[in-house]
């Protein structure tokens, strides 16, 4: 009976099925064991051998509430009565994993890990620039420079900078998380940081440049508005420097009718951009041009101040 439940789940291996159909007949294969294993334990107590059978019945009875576990989760939508699993992968985490922390608390510090990308709060590669002061940027992306960004996500995931795993996660805590959030979960998280990127002007364009360091960057896409305002309306009027640059996107799991579905998107870059206000004019002419919703004023004084209180960083 093993050897051809063995057999069964050996040929299986050599067909591409859906994860929960497999899941599925490995459930049913699970169950027949189960049938098998409660005869074989009633033919043993039968021929006078009461402690084997006895044996081979508890176990078989464990195996049952996992099977019934699973037929609750492969099968239905329900929710399984007295479902133990997360205590024992709680207990199995603690006792197996020593110091290394639970897959909840992983999960956390990478969610952590990302906010701190997003919030302009760790910004290791281009320098620190005041959070408050900060604004994000839309980037337009032409064909050339998205097959930039992906042949530098190619590089980042060959250097094992970059691992789109989905943090880890199965499918059952992918579909926890998606019902859970409502939100695509991307197999990269919130972003990675890009090794090295800097801002070049071209005219009244910006352009993004990127890359695995300075010898090896390409054009990443163009900024096309900062904070609300065109680019168009801000390049003259502020200094603009790349705070941030982030690789996101990729391939990413939305719920399906029953299970996590995976699907493909393009790699893109996520930025935020720092800005420095002009030097002061030495006229008397005041510029009372200030930039509503994007948070920049390029407001000029009547008065000249020191360059060290008006040439900064905000």
Do not use: C
């Not at 994993?97 to 992983?106: C, H, I, S, V, Y």
């Amino acid at each position: 009976m093993f050897s051809f439940l063995d057999m069964i789940n050996h040929y299986l291996g050599y067909v591409n099925l859906n994860v929960k159909l497999k899941n599925r007949i490995y459930t049913i294969l699970g169950v027949i064991g189960v049938v098998y294993l409660l005869y074989v334990s009633v033919r043993w107590i039968r021929n006078g051998f009461a402690l084997r059978g006895s044996l081979i019945l508890l176990v078989a009875i464990i195996l049952a509430y996992f099977s019934v576990m699973n037929i609750f989760y492969y099968f239905t939508d329900k929710q399984a009565p007295l479902d133990i699993s997360p205590k024992i992968e709680k207990v199995l985490g603690k006792t197996l994993g020593g110091n290394e922390p639970t897959r909840e608390e992983a999960q956390r510090a990478r969610e952590q890990r990302g906010n701190n990308l997003l919030n302009g709060a760790n910004i290791p590669a281009n320098g620190y620039f005041d959070s408050k002061k900060i604004l994000p940027g839309k980037v337009a992306v032409n064909a050339e420079q998205s097959s930039n960004i992906a042949q530098l996500a190619n590089q980042l995931q060959q250097m094992k900078l970059m691992a789109p795993d989905y943090g880890g996660l199965g499918s059952r805590e992918l579909a926890q998380q998606l019902n859970k959030n409502k939100k695509p979960v991307y197999a990269i998280g919130l972003g990675v940081n890009i090794p090295y990127f800097e801002l070049q002007q071209d005219g009244q364009q910006m352009i993004v440049y990127a890359g695995m360091n300075q010898a090896q960057k390409a054009p990443m896409g163009r900024i096309t508005t900062v904070g609300l305002q065109p680019i168009e309306d801000v390049y003259d009027k502020v200094k603009l420097y790349l705070a941030n640059v982030i690789l996101v996107g990729g391939p990413y799991m939305e719920m399906g009718r029953n299970e996590p579905i995976e699907k493909q998107a393009p790699y893109t870059i996520r930025v935020q951009l720092a800005y420095e206000r002009d030097k002061p004019s030495h006229s008397r002419e005041t510029s009372a041009d200030t930039l509503p919703h994007s948070g920049i004023s390029t407001t000029r004084p009547t008065t000249d101040a020191p360059a060290s209180r008006m040439k900064r960083y905000h």
